[in-house]
């Protein structure tokens, strides 16, 4: 993705909290016809035993665009996080407004995964988002007979991680006036988008006269 070389993210440990901490991600493969195809899924990074990492999911098996995965051409995960708009009334000068966001890309070649590899995969996912449900439920509270029936209608896949870019557009090339004043107002706004905007925009550049 285009990505000016002030907002880019390179640092290989925040890259990957970031998939973790958003896994709700666009899958995006293309088929033969050269049109693309895209499935909104949870998508998790999982280590693999040489010590790298992967990624992993499923779609339904009704989703056609499970056909286009295990071939020899890269598909591409997408993962966004908070967003807003940025006013250019904001600044002490006249510019022009923009949009401050985070945001992942990963591309790599997809494997389908077996019957025993979708059952772990299904098992670490419901137990992941339980977690915090106050009557949590797990496979183990279903039996494996209900569980592969239901696994019938689901393609589950690995994909290597070949690519890895990430966005931080965050007004970095704002002094430091104009950045405190952009978070003071993104903290002002009705929308847990903007807050959280803020909230990492003043993690990154602390306020230097609070």
């Avoid at 088929?31 to 339904?60: C, Y």
Wanted: glycine share 4%; aromatic share 8%.
């Amino acid at each position: 993705m285009y990505i000016p070389k002030s907002f880019q993210e390179t640092d290989q440990t925040t890259l990957l909290q970031f998939v973790r901490d958003h896994s709700f991600a666009l899958l995006i493969t293309t088929g033969d016809d050269g049109i693309p195809v895209a499935t909104h899924l949870p998508i998790e990074l999982q280590p693999t035993t040489d010590g790298n990492f992967q990624l992993v999911g499923h779609l339904a098996k009704a989703n056609a665009q499970w056909t286009l995965l295990g071939r020899d051409i890269p598909a591409l995960a997408v993962f966004s996080g908070p967003h807003s708009y940025i006013s250019s009334s904001w600044y002490d000068h006249v510019n022009v407004p923009t949009w401050n966001y985070l945001s992942v890309q990963i591309t790599g070649r997809t494997t389908l995964l077996s019957d025993d590899e979708t059952l772990e995969l299904l098992r670490q996912q419901v137990d992941k988002y339980e977690a915090r449900s106050k009557c949590p439920v797990s496979i183990e509270s279903m039996t494996e007979r209900y569980v592969r029936q239901q696994m019938r209608g689901l393609v589950a896949f690995s994909m290597a991680i070949e690519t890895i870019e990430g966005a931080a557009k965050l007004s970095q090339n704002r002094d430091d006036k104009n950045y405190q004043a952009i978070i003071a107002e993104l903290n002002q706004q009705d929308d847990t988008n903007a807050q959280a905007v803020a909230s990492e925009m003043a993690h990154r550049r602390p306020t230097i006269n609070p």
